[in-house]
């Protein structure tokens, strides 16, 4: 493997209201005799009370960001090689168990997109929603009921003493994400990481769970990774955007920066598959085509070249790093989208 710079945050960048800082984290599996780069050098920070949405297709890394912020990374096959994991100042790949595990479900919560594969479907919602306080050494399951009814009040389940004692089973699939979101928020997030979590759902069902998310982070002050593969939903619901392709972040930036002047194609691309957008400037919108990445046989350069329609020859030999393009406005691109029409 080429040894490539990456980009990396200087120390000396660090905000005061950083409240999670990942630095060039790169996350390997191994498959086969072969070793696939899932998250391969991704940078970025999360301040206090915003919402950073990662954004990408399947299989771009988001998942496994996520993970490996938590340590959840299945190991073998996978493991994290590089990088740095800062959360409020401390460093998450030095913790040991048991600070690992204040961590998951203490400061950070975390959101599946499946709710009923993450709720234990033999216990009651009351019983499952006071797990985590219990663990956390917030009181004993009795003392707890009024905490677990205030919770379900919070995430809008109507008659919430009687769905105390309901099952996993009996209920929606939006009630369920519901209690999913409210068992999060039972020892008080500073972080919640919300993987997908609308995508089994309704489209009316959606928004009023991201509202929900949104409305519970404001509230509390607390911040959010969003990740999604609709980038419709960033644009309501984020101040902060990472695109990611291929394991790597190929544009960061606000999200209002992102939407008024986009300048990866692969960004371009995933805002065409939206139904209502202003144009950027210099070149109409060109679906993505082509097929995702395999990411244990990348192609030399830009790995989205390929798909992309304005790749030039130097885009299939060299592999572009992060370069700003202003502010915190961050692109992966050797090419000028605002300059060129697409070459097809
Ligand atoms: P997504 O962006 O859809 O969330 P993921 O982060 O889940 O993507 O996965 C990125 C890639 O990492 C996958 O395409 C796969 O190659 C690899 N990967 C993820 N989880 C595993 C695993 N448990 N074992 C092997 N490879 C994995
Ligand atoms: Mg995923």
């Given amino acids: 493997m080429l040894a490539e710079p990456l980009a ?9 209201d950083t409240l999670l800082r990942v630095n060039n984290l790169r996350t390997c599996f191994r498959q086969d005799g072969k070793t696939v780069t899932a998250v391969d050098g991704v940078s970025f920070d999360v ?14 890394g988001k998942s496994v960001t996520a993970m490996s912020i938590l340590r959840l990374i299945p190991s073998p096959p996978g493991e994290i ?3 740095e994991i ?7 790949l030095a913790m040991n168990d048991e600070e690992i595990r204040q961590l998951r479900g203490g400061d950070i919560a975390m959101i599946f997109q499946e709710p009923m594969t993450s709720m234990n479907p033999v216990l009651t919602v009351g019983r499952q929603l006071s797990e985590p306080m219990v663990t956390h050494g917030k009181g004993d399951r009795k003392s707890l009921k009024a905490r677990c009814v205030e919770l379900l009040r919070q995430v809008r389940i109507p008659d919430p003493e009687s769905r105390l004692q309901a099952y996993p089973h009996q209920l929606s699939g939006g009630m369920r994400q519901r209690v999913m979101i409210a068992m999060g928020l039972a020892c008080d997030p500073r972080l919640i990481i919300a993987d997908e979590p609308t995508t089994a759902l309704d489209v009316t069902v959606q928004a009023q769970i991201l509202e929900l998310l949104k409305d519970l982070t404001r509230r509390n002050n ?3 990774i969003l990740i999604t593969h609709d980038l419709g939903v960033v644009a309501r619901y984020a ?18 920066e992102i ?3 986009p300048r990866h194609p692969y960004t371009l691309g995933l805002m065409a598959s939206i139904p209502r957008l202003d144009q950027p400037k210099g070149g109409r ?14 192609p030399k350069g830009c790995p989205f070249h390929p798909r992309c329609p304005y790749a030039k020859d130097q885009c299939r030999q060299d592999r572009p790093p992060l370069t700003q393009v202003s502010g915190d406005h961050w692109k992966a691109c050797w090419v000028d989208v605002t300059e060129v029409q697409p070459h097809v």
Avoid: C, H, W
Avoid at 8 to 16: A, D, N
Avoid at 239 to 256: F, K, L, S
Avoid at 288 to 297: F, K, V, Y
């Fill in 8 to 16: 990396q945050i200087p120390e000396s960048e660090v905000r005061p």
């Fill in 47 to 60: 301040r206090k009370g915003e919402t950073l949405a990662i954004v990408g297709e399947s299989g771009s």
């Fill in 81 to 83: 090689t590089d990088g």
């Fill in 86 to 92: 800062l959360f409020d100042g401390r460093d998450v």
């Fill in 222 to 224: 607390a911040s959010m």
């Fill in 239 to 256: 101040e902060r955007i990472n695109v990611m392709y291929a394991g790597r972040v190929v544009e960061q930036g606000t999200a209002r």
């Fill in 259 to 261: 939407f008024k002047s």
């Fill in 285 to 298: 919108l060109i679906p993505i085509t082509g097929q995702p990445p395999d990411l244990a046989n990348l």
